[in-house]
């Protein structure tokens, strides 16, 4: 059973950068899939920022895409977002997901909050 | 970028109900038309794609249509557990926007 587990500092200060982990198991990276990122800030809808397979070739949100690196680590079994220049907007629960244009399974969530 | 518009926003209804939830895409999206399922404070977990192929574990009183620009998706006999905001998503094109969402509430 696939299972995907987000990581990463739970509070940044404005215009700094975002680190996050999407953490793989139950599954090999290499086996064909693209691995996801969404976002949703709070109370609002769901925001497609970009994905990743694991050749390294990347799809990405253009409306992020000058702030956005999307990563894989295979021997880790992890895929990692970094997110430039922060600020109050990209307050959001950060999800990872398997899959390109089908999104499943989704890992839990980490809240990542934007505030000095 | 395409924009997918749900409606409602939201939906009151009660247990045993039939309920219809709307999505319309800004362009042609083919089938390319899946729906979440989200509860509070979870991670969306995916109920049908392509339209109408319910994925395994979902109750087949979920059903799937449409095509183009215009899809449902209709729940028959609603449970208790199923109270929750549902979302569409189009994957024809990057970036894979999502609808707004549609609440459904317990009358």
């Known amino acids: 059973q696939v299972q995907l587990q987000e990581s990463g500092p739970g509070r940044v200060k404005p215009s700094e950068t975002l680190s996050l982990t999407c953490s793989v198991s139950g599954a090999s990276m290499s086996s064909g899939f693209y691995w996801t990122w969404i976002r949703q800030r709070p109370g609002e809808g769901l925001e497609w920022i970009g994905n990743i397979n694991y050749r390294g070739s990347t799809f990405q949100n253009a409306s992020l895409k000058s702030r956005l690196s999307i990563s894989i680590d295979m021997s880790k079994s992890q895929f990692s977002l970094k997110l430039t220049s922060l600020t109050a907007a990209d307050t959001a629960v950060y999800y990872c997901a398997r899959g390109n244009t089908i999104l499943d399974p989704w890992g839990q969530g980490t809240l990542v909050t934007v505030s000095s | 970028d395409i924009q997918m518009t749900q409606s409602p926003s939201s939906l009151s209804a009660s247990v045993g109900d039939r309920v219809t939830i709307s999505c319309r895409a800004s362009?042609?999206?083919?089938?390319?038309l899946n729906w979440y399922q989200q509860k509070p404070g979870k991670a969306p977990i995916l109920l049908i794609s392509?339209?109408?192929n319910l994925q395994s574990g979902v109750p087949s009183r979920f059903s799937g249509s449409g095509s183009g620009t215009d899809f449902t998706l209709t729940i028959n006999s609603l449970q208790p557990e199923e109270f929750a905001t549902y979302y569409c998503?189009?994957?024809?094109?990057?970036?894979?926007?999502f609808g707004q969402g549609t609440k459904l509430e317990i009358k």
């Open positions: 998503q189009q994957s024809y094109s990057t970036p894979y926007s």
């Open positions: 392509a339209v109408s």
């Open positions: 362009q042609d999206i083919s089938d390319y």
